[in-house]
């Protein structure tokens, strides 16, 4: 099993630009996650799902959309990329409610100039 | 809103010594509490998870408690050594949205040799 992969792992993009962070995981995962990790601020919750084709909100929304149209994947879009989205972004999925582990993947390191 | 606080953003020790990190809470009942390490560049990696109705928990040189009254958790790493160096953070679910959590800031964790 490759576990949580997370595409790309470095991105520069410029203010304005959009893209798209792909999130997969081969445990047949119900729960996936996105959060973002930035300097004295912790881990902080983006979007959620708890299953396929259903979506929620977290902590900081704000700027971003999500799609789970398989399982196995997660989307995290970036419409208008903006310098305050300068982050290290980390997907994470957890097998449902009964197991509360959640699996990390590495990492998405972006630069929004 | 939920807090998380962990007292320390950094911790010095000896290796052989025992490490005690402290997360408090407030403004929340938790129904368990995480423990992750996260080392430089990689993603969270789950260490325990101790529920409300749970005093303490064991996994190796690791012990974590969890007092419901005072809002806090304790994570002792025991005979700790080098390769304990890392960064831990605690997290508390948020109960009603799919095992979503809210992270600490964490504590960074050095033992010298």
């Known amino acids: 099993n490759a576990g949580v992969t997370q595409t790309p792992k470095f991105r520069v993009l410029k203010t304005g630009q959009s893209m798209t962070l792909l999130c997969a995981q081969d445990?047949?995962?119900?729960?996936m996650y996105w959060y973002r990790q930035d300097p004295g601020m912790g881990l902080r919750l983006i979007h959620y799902?708890?299953?396929?084709?259903?979506?929620a909100k977290g902590e900081v929304p704000d700027g971003y959309n999500v799609s789970r149209l398989k399982k196995q994947n997660f989307l995290l879009g970036l419409e208008s990329a903006a310098p305050s989205q300068t982050s290290v972004y980390f997907c994470?999925?957890?097998?449902?409610?009964?197991?509360?582990?959640?699996?990390f993947g590495p990492g998405t390191r972006l630069t929004v100039l | 809103s939920q807090k998380i606080e962990q007292n320390s953003e950094a911790l010095n020790i000896q290796e052989g010594k025992t490490a005690t990190l402290t997360c408090n809470y407030t403004?929340?009942?938790?129904?368990?509490l995480q423990w992750y390490r996260q080392d430089p560049g990689r993603g969270p990696v789950f260490l325990l998870l101790?529920?409300?109705?749970?005093k303490e928990k064991r996994k190796e040189r690791l012990k974590v408690t969890f007092d419901t009254t005072l809002k806090q958790s304790l994570f002792h790493i025991t005979a700790s050594q080098p390769a304990d160096s890392a960064t831990y953070l605690c997290?508390?679910?948020?109960?009603?949205?799919?095992?979503?959590?809210?992270f600490g800031k964490g504590t960074t964790l050095s033992v010298s040799s």
């Open positions: 994470a999925s957890v097998r449902d409610r009964a197991y509360n582990e959640q699996f």
């Open positions: 445990m047949n995962h119900e729960y």
């Open positions: 799902s708890v299953g396929e084709g259903t979506t």
């Open positions: 403004n929340y009942s938790p129904a368990y």
């Open positions: 101790i529920r409300e109705n749970e």
């Open positions: 997290a508390l679910d948020i109960a009603q949205a799919g095992t979503a959590l809210i």
